[in-house]
């Protein structure tokens, strides 16, 4: 176990809140050690890593002034690569999630909203659980996403490695992206993208453009492209933006969380779905969390780097019996011509993304 991991392991133990976490084609792992078990919020400090739940009534920060700060260089040496395993289809987890997804089908086709999107979570018990070898899988297998360890005591131990960027701000200049549509990668055949798919994805540009266009007069986005997230191909579009004057990132924070990629549109009508529907609390999936107001790469201050909490799992480590209960979380956008059971065999292929590596 390398120093950083030592250190990890020791502030578990301590119950004291971490986080960690390596930036997408980065071989550089950094740390936050947070020095009391307190819970911040947001505003108590004025940089460090946020931590923000999807309703975004909970917005948690480990401060940066109450924080030790460590930077380590990926060792390859490290890495565990896991191959991929058969999971048997639970029949109930299918009829229940297909039941969700035509409620809202009926609530598209009623009007309601034009998109939403549904999720469920599964449970996976682990045996002798070791996080570090976790954690260097998914910097492993998924260069591209944000990957990170997060833990204080009265939030939750959450992992994830996420491939959608909610903004990159710094100064002036906003950067973010509109990714949606699923499919498996396939070294077989031409990627091929239905109208739905381009549909869903061009409904989570323009609500990011239009909504940014409240706040800068330059708005410049490209072409929608493919993405690839590990073993997943996403439509990707890129989108930047000069903010006219210098506002506080969490009111333009405000303007795009939820957005329809992980909400729906009209987001108020569709999050009102969510809540009252779904059966379970996302908590953190599908909220944000990244660097607040500083790189600490650089240790520049004025920038943040927020990525949505998707392909995540929460924990549950009983360091008595060996045994850690893991909760994954995954969801998919439907809108009017969406197909109840390939929509849950969408969120199937996306929970692949943890279960190859636990």
């Not at 960690?20 to 078990?37: G, H, R, T, V």
């Not at 260069?143 to 710094?170: D, R, S």
């Not at 990244?290 to 009983?318: A, H, P, Q, Y």
Request: proline share 3%.
């Amino acid at each position: 176990m390398s120093g950083l991991f030592q250190k990890i392991s020791e502030q578990f133990n301590s119950k004291l809140p971490f986080v960690s976490y390596c930036k997408p084609n980065s071989k550089k792992i950094i740390a936050l050690f947070q020095k009391n078990d307190a819970l911040y919020s947001l505003e108590d400090g004025k940089s460090g890593f946020a931590f923000v739940s999807f309703d975004n009534l909970k917005k948690y920060l480990i401060p940066e002034n109450y924080s030790d700060i460590y930077v380590e260089i990926v060792n390859e040496s490290d890495f565990v690569l896991s191959k991929s395993k058969e999971y048997k289809i639970e029949e109930t987890a299918k009829y229940n999630f297909e039941n969700l997804v035509n409620l809202a089908l009926q609530e598209i086709n009623s009007g309601t909203f034009e998109k939403v999107v549904v999720s469920r979570s599964e449970l996976i018990e682990l045996d002798n659980f070791q996080f570090d070898l976790v954690f260097n899988s998914l910097i492993s297998n998924y260069p591209t996403a944000f990957k990170y360890c997060f833990y204080h005591p009265k939030v939750g131990f959450w992992m994830g490695a996420t491939p959608e960027q909610l903004v990159n701000i710094e100064s002036n200049i906003l950067k973010t992206v509109a990714l949606a549509g699923t499919q498996l990668l396939s070294d077989l055949q031409e990627v091929k993208w239905s109208e739905k798919e381009k549909r869903e994805q061009q409904t989570v540009t323009d609500f990011i453009v239009n909504n940014l266009q409240t706040v800068s007069s330059t708005v410049t986005k490209s072409e929608p492209y493919t993405f690839q997230a590990g073993s997943i191909i996403h439509i990707k579009t890129d989108i930047h933006a000069t903010l006219d004057t210098q506002l506080d990132v969490s009111k333009i924070i405000d303007l795009l969380h939820p957005t329809p990629a992980v909400c729906g549109f009209p987001k108020n009508k569709s999050k009102e779905f969510i809540l009252k529907n779904e059966g379970y609390d996302r908590e953190f999936y599908s909220g944000y969390l990244g660097e607040w107001n500083k790189d600490f790469l650089t240790f520049e201050f004025g920038k943040s780097d927020l990525f949505v909490n998707l392909r995540c799992m929460k924990l549950d480590i009983d360091s008595k019996s060996n045994v850690t209960k893991s909760q994954l979380f995954i969801g998919c956008g439907i809108t009017s011509d969406s197909n109840p059971e390939k929509e849950y065999f969408e969120t199937v292929n996306k929970s692949q993304t943890l279960k190859k590596i636990l």
